[in-house]
């Protein structure tokens, strides 16, 4: 007997303003997380457009994404044919949102482990709407704290962090953190810039808006480690950060990912000028009202 689905429901209207919001979540192998915080996210009751960006997970994260486009008409799913890092799936997602007819008018990223709170996202969203383009969740601004990491690692972190801020020039504390709400003003302008691959991708943003002359905010947050899953840090990826972060010091353009990933990210990217979806991306709304 085949189980009976909830049908499609419309997006949850922002009751302040109407402005569309979408919400980025990468994600390699999230299948014990994924659903629940999509569920999550969508109590806030707010004009969503949830966008999952799956480096074809191998433990069937997609699989439950496109369950859930069953019940929810506001699911974008985009599968890659293999892992090709934090900063291409961000770049990715930005690109495949400024494809749609009515863009949101934020975007938001954040980790897909429930180490970000997704109450936390309107308080984002209040923030950027005051003014600014780039608003940083923070755990090392007055207020922010992280819950379950061990000594080392925090010291590890903070270490990276000034280097990075001092580097980059900016004053900004939180440099790596994933939970962000960027413009859609922002994200035009700065996305021909972006060439990250990895995790650098959160400094080369940082950094963007410092050149091109963007408003940044850091909020505090509670940062909490994940509790279900394997962190997806690699040591090449540690080696990438390192680099970004000496070559931004010297200028000039960055870009870690080999030739053939660059290659294969775009053959499966959106085709803009015919207007059209390919095989691999599931329920694109053509706009979320």
């Avoid at 934090?86 to 180490?115: C, K, R, W």
């Avoid at 270490?159 to 939180?174: K, P």
């Avoid at 040591?235 to 000496?246: D, K, N, P, T």
Wanted: hydrophobic share 35%; proline share 4%.
């Amino acid at each position: 007997m085949q189980k009976s689905i909830t049908p499609n429901k419309k997006p949850a209207t922002d009751s302040q303003n109407g402005q569309t919001i979408a919400v980025v979540l990468p994600t390699y192998c999230e299948a014990e997380n994924i659903g629940s915080l999509i569920r999550k996210i969508q109590e806030s009751r707010r004009n969503l457009l949830i966008t999952v960006i799956d480096d074809s997970s191998p433990d069937g994260t997609a699989e439950i994404v496109k369950k859930l486009q069953r019940e929810f008409s506001n699911v974008l799913l985009f599968v890659r044919p293999q892992k090709l890092g934090l900063g291409t799936a961000i770049i990715t997602a930005f690109q495949s949102i400024l494809s749609l007819e009515n863009q949101p008018n934020y975007i938001i990223t954040m980790d897909a482990d429930y180490s970000h709170n997704p109450q936390d996202i309107p308080r984002l969203i209040h923030v950027a709407r005051s003014g600014y383009d780039l608003v940083i969740g923070s755990r090392y601004c007055r207020g922010g704290s992280i819950v379950g990491w061990h000594s080392m690692r925090r010291l590890i972190s903070r270490v990276a962090n000034l280097i990075a801020s001092t580097i980059i020039g900016t004053t900004i504390h939180d440099c790596t953190s994933g939970l962000r709400c960027y413009s859609k003003r922002y994200v035009e302008t700065v996305l021909p810039y972006l060439h990250s691959q990895t995790y650098e991708i959160q400094i080369e943003t940082i950094k963007q808006a410092r050149l091109q002359g963007f408003s940044v905010k850091e909020i505090p947050i509670t940062f909490e480690n994940r509790k279900r899953g394997k962190s997806k840090l690699t040591r090449a990826e540690f080696r990438a950060f390192l680099s970004y972060i000496i070559r931004a010091r010297i200028g000039g353009r960055v870009s870690f990912a080999p030739e053939s990933n660059f290659q294969n990210l775009w053959r499966i990217d959106l085709d803009r000028e015919k207007d059209r979806v390919l095989s691999n991306l599931y329920v694109r709304p053509k706009s979320v009202s």
